[in-house]
């Protein structure tokens, strides 16, 4: 298989890195997609036409309705359903079942990528000791372990627990802290150049960028940092 690293020169296989934390939406469960852009073309997909902004306006607020106010052994299935019904709420949706059918098929394709990670996370953890950091909802180890990849994992770090958000420095502050580690001999690996990238560089860790395979002009941020858009591709880079 021909390498769809950018900047392959930057491969860690030195012993100078022992931890390496992901991100869940958009990294674990997708190769570069957010939630968001998944939600909307299902929506579309779906039979219904809305506009990008205006969609856009009821998945935030659906999103940020479901912060801290989910239970916390909340499954993946029931996550992705509640935001899919909020959504719909506040866009008027007039087929009652479009909600559940964008859900369905969002978890559908998930979990076909969460199995996939997971048996990257298990070969990853045989030398590296491994986190997850995301803005959820509060019920993130739960939903890790609904994905069948808590096992592989020493710390779900939940920035609605933290009560900061990426790219705050604090959430990897605290996963860095729960690992018993330092950012130089850590890796973050995520799908956001705002949140993931920026906040790893605001703390001094090295930040691998997953960007899909529509990349489109996205570039590494930092000399040095490498640009993927396989998640398999980090078997390359650290095994």
């Not at 998945?59 to 899919?84: C, I, K, M, N, Q």
């Not at 995301?134 to 939940?158: E, K, M, P, T, W």
């Not at 018993?180 to 605001?202: K, L, Y």
């Not at 001094?204 to 940092?225: F, I, T, W």
Request: proline residues 3%; negative net charge; charged residues 25%.
């Amino acid at each position: 298989m021909t390498s769809s690293i950018q900047n392959p020169g930057s491969r860690i296989q030195d012993g100078s890195v022992s931890v390496l934390l992901f991100d869940f939406g958009g990294t674990l469960d997708a190769d570069g997609i957010a939630w968001k852009e998944r939600f909307f073309r299902l929506w579309r997909d779906e039979g219904e036409e809305v506009l990008r902004e205006r969609f856009d306006r009821a998945f935030y607020a659906a999103d940020d309705a479901l912060v801290g106010a989910v239970p916390a052994t909340l499954s993946l299935a029931e996550t992705v359903e509640r935001l899919a019904r909020g959504v719909g709420e506040r866009l008027g949706t007039g087929d009652d079942l479009l909600p559940g059918r964008v859900a369905s098929r969002f978890c559908e394709d998930a979990r076909e990528y969460l199995n996939r990670s997971g048996e990257l996370l298990a070969l990853l953890a045989s030398r590296y000791r491994l986190g997850v950091v995301s803005n959820f909802y509060g019920n993130l180890a739960a939903v890790c372990r609904d994905a069948g990849i808590q096992r592989h994992l020493l710390a779900a770090v939940d920035s609605a627990d933290i009560g900061s958000c990426k790219p705050d420095p604090a959430i990897f502050q605290a996963a860095l802290a729960l690992l018993e580690a330092g950012p130089a001999e850590s890796v973050f690996i995520g799908d956001s150049p705002a949140r993931d990238m920026a906040g790893a560089r605001g703390v001094g860790m090295r930040h691998v960028l997953l960007a899909g395979e529509s990349s489109g002009g996205l570039r590494p941020c930092c000399a040095g940092d490498s640009m993927i858009r396989r998640l398999e591709d980090l078997e390359e880079m650290f095994l």
